[in-house]
Each structure stands twice: as C-alpha cells, then as structure tokens.
C-alpha cells in the first residue's frame, strides 16, 4: 500500500486524482440538484426571475476566476515539481510506456480489442454518438433544469459511460497498470521483472473446443461463424427489444432509424465492459478472429 500511495503522490498523477474528486463532486452535486427538483412541483430553476447581462457581470466573474486560478497554479509550481524527465533515449525504453492521461482510456481499450478497433473504431463511435445525441434525443423535458425522472435514461447512460466506464479506465491505466502493461493491484509492489503467465484463449476454443485456427494455421472457418453468430446475436438483443415494445409511446416517437442509432450505440458501449470481464475473469482474447479484424 505504501508504493500505491507513492504512485498516487507522483507530481504528474496528483492532478489526475484531484480530477477524479471533481468528477465525483459534481455529478454528486447534479444528481443532487435533479433529485431536488423531481420532489418540487416545478423546477427550482424556473423560480430564478433576476437576469442579468453578460457585460459586465459574467465577464468580471470569469476574469476573477481567471486570475485566481493562475494564482494557484503559480502556487503549484513552487510547491509541486514539474513531472519532467531525461531526454528521450532511443535505447531505453520506459517502462511502463503510457499515453498522456486522457488518453489511458483508449491505450487501456487496446488490452481487450484488436488495434483497428480500439484506436479507430470506437473513438469514431464515441465521436459521432456524441454529435448524433441531438438529433437523437426526442425527450423535450429536462432543457434548463436538473432533473432525474424526465430523463432517466440519458442520466443512467451518462453515468455509465463517462463516470463509470471511461474513468476507471483512466484509473486502471494511471494506477493499476506497471511494467510490462501488467495489471497490479494496489497492494502489491512494481516488478519490473513480473512474468505473468497467462493463457490466452478464443471465445470459441474455451465454450465451444473449436480451435481459431486449423493445422496449417489457416483461420477454422467454424469458429468463424461461430463468432460471427455470437456477435449478431448481441447486437440482435436491439431488434428483440425493438419487437417486443416496438407500441410503446417512445419506440413510435423515435422512429426506426433513431432507435437503430440508440440501440447499435448502446449495446456498443455496452460490449466493453463485457469484453474487460471476459478477458480478465477467463483469459479470453477474441471472440471472432478474421483476415482483416479481429473483435
């Protein structure tokens, strides 16, 4: 514990811990505030009648604000060390070798998927998901308030996906992970001579005994299909859910276009932290291997 609380403390990750407490604080401090205005009759923002201009109100408060937090930072600086290293040496390597903290997430994506996939398709999946949301999103409730039960769903989501999802895979990637890309836990030491033995296995060899690959180690064209079944049967659970409230009030108003968005981007996110757990909890590394891609 006392080389997880040096980790914590270097001068580059303490930053990132201080992040993680205001992404705590705040989406406590929504769901808070949502939760409030559920119990009210009418939101507490509607009440607000005093506005105010821009200029001069809004402008003097983020110069405030603008200053005071260049006085903290230079504080900082004489406090806290600049996280620098030695020049780069082309013979030595770091190790671990890690991204910039924002983009852990996507290096820590890279255990459970194939490059292509991790590194291309899902950032394009997250980027134009998030550019789809309003043309998406058909609930007019919720504009200009906080509010929890007019938007379940988008709050839940939220929640899963950013708080849940993306920042314990900056944690895991920051923290967890030491040399050789090993997986440690807070209570055990950096070896940086760790071996860790692991048996890599498909998803088809470990439920089905269909080995990836023949005996000229050309692809089983079984386990293909096996795989390629697999993975349609997930994305399949939108279209079952799709039939069986395709008369619900916000299956019609969505239309079928927008819910084949919503739900091909959901059971997508949804994919990954099935995915982490099958490939920590059983070793499993693909679940369809193909020439091209591998999923």
């Known amino acids: 514990m006392d080389h997880f609380l040096k980790i914590i403390s270097k001068a580059d990750n303490i930053p990132i811990v201080l992040l993680l407490f205001l992404v705590v604080f705040y989406a406590w401090y929504g769901l ?24 001069p109100y809004l402008v003097k408060i983020e110069f405030l604000a603008s200053i005071f937090v260049m006085v903290v930072l230079t504080f900082w600086s004489f406090l806290i060390d600049a996280p620098l290293e030695e020049p780069a040496n082309p ?45 998406i999103d058909i609930n007019t409730k919720g504009n200009g308030y906080y509010t929890f039960k007019e938007r379940r769903f988008a709050v839940l989501t939220f929640c899963f996906g950013f708080i849940v999802m ?34 890599n296995v498909d998803f088809t060899e470990l439920f089905f005994g269909v080995p990836t690959r023949l005996v000229d180690d050309s692809l089983n064209p079984l386990a293909m299909l096996i795989g390629s079944v697999t993975i349609l049967g997930w994305f399949s659970l939108g279209l079952i859910y799709y039939i069986w409230k395709r008369k ?6 969505l239309g079928v276009l927008r819910y084949t968005i919503v739900a091909m981007l959901f059971l997508t996110m949804m994919a990954l932290p099935v995915k982490i757990i099958l490939r920590i909890g059983l070793n499993i590394k693909y679940i369809l291997v193909t020439p091209w891609f591998n999923i």
């Open 248 to 253: 619900s009030e916000v299956i019609q108003k």
């Open 91 to 135: 013979a030595l390597t770091p190790n671990p070798s890690k991204a910039p903290w924002y983009f852990l997430g996507l290096q820590e994506i890279l255990v459970y998927f194939d490059p292509w996939i991790a590194g291309v398709v899902i950032p394009t999946l997250i980027i134009v998901g998030l550019c789809a949301i309003p043309y």
């Open 166 to 199: 993306w920042v314990s895979l900056i944690v895991l990637g920051t923290f967890l992970r030491g040399p050789g890309w090993n997986l440690f836990m807070p209570w055990e030491e950096w070896d940086v001579h760790r071996v860790v033995a692991l048996t």
């Open 32 to 55: 808070r505030q949502a939760l409030r205005n559920d119990r009210l009759d009418k939101p507490w923002e509607s009440t607000m009648i005093d506005k105010v201009q821009v200029w």
